[in-house]
């Protein structure tokens, strides 16, 4: 089955920085990636995601990458706030290859921006 | 509000206990998914629907658990005999249908004594 790894597992920067965190897929018929942002105590919401016929996609601060011959996609986040500290996933869907069914979520990165 | 809810949102029970938690979708979604969430760990799938048929179950999901969505539209999730390596969050996510966005609710915190 499909194999998410995601890395780092903790980031600290200082405010105004900017934060990147990656995530690495096994299965070469991925087509969609997306990113979810939890903040401690709440539900995971989506913050962006990609489809395999694009190399990036931005929304204002934010910004995701995919490199398929790579397999791997990143996630950008420019000129950080304190507001953007929380827990950071990526998934990808499962069975690869289809829009469908249930996702495998990588394993989390906690983001830490320091005022 | 027009999210997805869940509940109860905290559950304490003692091991041996059945348990049942409901998710009620954003309305017209027809898919609906079930995770489980430990500390520390991105969700785990559990089980899925689309309307009231129950696609796809994970290997996580033992006979001890059971998961229904009768009329299409809210789902229970029944856990019996719990054990202390239930306590997890258990997430409900809907979607509008194949490729869509799945929109999280907030969840429901099991403790298992």
């Known amino acids: 089955g499909e194999n998410v790894e995601q890395h780092p597992s903790t980031l600290s920067v200082q405010e105004g920085d900017s934060a990147v965190i990656k995530c690495t897929y096994s299965d070469s018929a991925s087509n969609y990636f997306p990113w979810y942002k939890q903040e401690l105590g709440k539900r995971p919401q989506l913050i962006i995601d990609?489809?395999?016929?694009?190399g990036e996609k931005k929304d204002q601060r934010i910004a995701v990458t995919l490199n398929k011959t790579a397999k791997h996609f990143s996630l950008h986040i420019t000129e950080t706030q304190p507001e953007d500290s929380a827990v950071y996933f990526c998934?990808?869907?499962?069975?690869?290859?289809?829009?469908?069914?249930?996702?495998?979520f990588g394993q989390g990165t906690t983001l830490q921006v320091k005022p | 509000d027009t999210g997805v809810s869940q509940n109860p949102r905290h559950k304490i029970t003692k091991r041996g206990q059945n348990v049942t938690f409901r998710c009620d979708p954003i309305s017209e979604h027809n898919r609906l998914y079930w995770y489980r969430q430990t500390l520390g760990q991105g969700p785990e799938f559990l089980t899925y629907?689309?309307?009231?048929?129950?696609?796809?179950k994970s290997r996580l999901l033992s006979d001890r658990f059971s998961a229904e969505r009768p009329k299409g539209s809210f789902s229970t999730l029944e856990i019996q005999r719990t054990e202390q390596g239930d306590s997890a969050m258990y997430l409900c996510a809907s979607s509008l249908g194949q490729g869509d966005e799945q929109f999280f609710g907030p969840g429901t915190r099991l403790t298992v004594l």
């Open positions: 629907f689309q309307n009231e048929a129950q696609l796809e």
């Open positions: 990609i489809r395999s016929n694009v």
């Open positions: 998934a990808v869907p499962s069975p690869p290859g289809s829009n469908t069914g249930k996702l495998i």
